[in-house]
């Protein structure tokens, strides 16, 4: 299989042999089957060393996509031949055109170990009863998730999204207690229960986990303390991942609310300058783009491939849990950014704000009707569902002026009455571009 066995536990310097051999087998292999890298290098070989590979190019998303484009359905970097692929996902496309993704059997396999750790680490048990509420419609989350759920031992109930008041009785008649979704699934949830179980209570369900993705928020601690509040559960990040990369490879642990690098041996991680794409130091204390390179990889192995996440690295040491892979915090996506006076403002520093604000519901948009310069961020935002359909004077100039001492940028804010934004299963977009 070529992984190492709890290699989310074992210390990097251990590491290196296994790393830099499984470079030297995935380079050539990539060099004399990859016609997108065979021309991005233009006749270069790789290096020898993995400590070198800043003199290769960066690849990036944009690049998959014109390949795919061009060589459908799965882009001239498929490197082993169809015939090994095994299985197809497609991308959500949040970001943009939807991906073709392929996996060999053993692509499957290793992604399934990988992200087994990710759950593992964020307190899945095979004690738990666990429901996974992410679309199995061919994005990557659905099935592959699933059974990386599964790799914990965890009985895993296959729900996907929709049918949300099924999902709340089957919770109570299987005795369920934990939920693997996006962040903002619970706010539906409640809805639903709200309207069609009266007198239910959302802890009253007895989940005791709650495993998150895809999206933006858990950083921000009121977001968490609500849902624990509400719902009695410890909120976990526990599903990142790059789909083009790997489904799920990043999780926290119930000592520390930063992620854990928990891929060192099939994954080789990078930082970049975001505008320059110069290589910065991988050190406590670093901010930059994350890029990611396959160490193992048949159907489409990516090499210096730019992820778009902007990330603060915080810890480099091994953690009380006993990872050893760096901890860091997802600060947003570069696509995401929106730069207004010279100020870079990510969703999730405005969710942060927001937050704060017990009137609002924590759902909001960022619409934006014309391309930049920005000299303002316009923000709308709901109020909650217990206020009565009240929006009290001067709200929102109060959270106007908020967003202007945390991020020292003027906003222009919308508040809307409870439910106004649509309901939204998977991911949620934040950013609308409407002039696009």
Request: charged share 25%; aromatic share 6%; proline share 7%.
């Amino acid at each position: 299989m070529t992984v190492v066995r709890d290699a989310d536990k074992t210390p990097i310097d251990q590491l290196i042999p296994h790393i830099q051999s499984s470079w030297a087998s995935q380079a050539d292999y990539v060099a004399q089957n990859s016609a997108l890298y065979r021309d991005l290098w233009q006749g270069k070989a790789p290096p020898k060393d993995i400590r070198d590979l800043a003199e290769l190019p960066l690849s990036d998303k944009s690049q998959l996509r014109v390949s795919q484009a061009d060589h459908p359905p799965f882009g001239n970097y498929l490197a082993s031949g169809r015939d090994k692929a095994v299985r197809l996902h497609r991308t959500s496309g949040t970001t943009g055109q939807a991906m073709n993704l392929a996996l060999s059997d053993r692509d499957t396999k290793i992604t399934q170990i990988v992200g087994g750790r990710s759950h593992r680490t964020a307190g899945l048990t095979p004690g738990h009863t666990v429901v996974h509420c992410l679309n199995y419609q061919m994005w990557m989350g659905g099935l592959t998730d699933h059974m990386t759920l599964e790799e914990t031992g965890a009985l895993v109930v296959p729900f996907g999204v929709g049918g949300t008041e099924l999902l709340v009785r089957t919770i109570q008649e299987v005795g369920i207690t934990a939920i693997s979704c996006t962040p903002s699934y619970p706010a539906v949830l409640e809805r639903v229960i709200a309207e069609k179980f009266p007198g239910l209570k959302p802890r009253d369900l007895g989940l005791e986990l709650g495993l998150f993705g895809g999206e933006p928020g858990l950083d921000d601690p009121a977001f968490r303390d609500r849902l624990r509040s509400v719902w009695g559960m410890e909120p976990r990040n526990a599903n990142y991942g790059v789909s083009d990369v790997f489904s799920n490879f990043a999780a926290q642990c119930p000592h520390d609310t930063r992620l854990h690098f928990l891929a060192s041996d099939v994954l080789y991680p990078e930082l970049i300058d975001p505008d320059t794409g110069a290589p910065l130091e991988l050190r406590a204390g670093a901010k930059g783009e994350l890029v990611l390179t396959h160490l193992i990889r048949d159907c489409q192995p990516l090499v210096r491939f730019r992820s778009g996440d902007i990330i603060a690295i915080d810890e480099t040491e091994p953690c009380v849990c006993g990872c050893t892979g760096f901890r860091f915090r997802v600060v947003g996506r570069s696509d995401d950014m929106v730069v207004v006076r010279g100020l870079n403002l990510f969703p999730s520093m405005v969710a942060a704000v927001i937050g704060q604000f017990a009137e609002l519901s924590g759902d909001y948009r960022i619409p934006l009707d014309q391309p930049p310069p920005y000299d303002v961020l316009p923000v709308s935002v709901e109020m909650a569902k217990d206020q009565n359909g009240d929006i009290p004077d001067g709200l929102a100039a109060t959270v106007e002026k908020e967003i202007k001492k945390v991020l020292g940028a003027t906003a222009r804010v919308t508040i809307l009455p409870a439910g106004s934004f649509p309901v939204t299963e998977g991911k949620t977009k934040r950013v609308i571009r409407s002039y696009e």
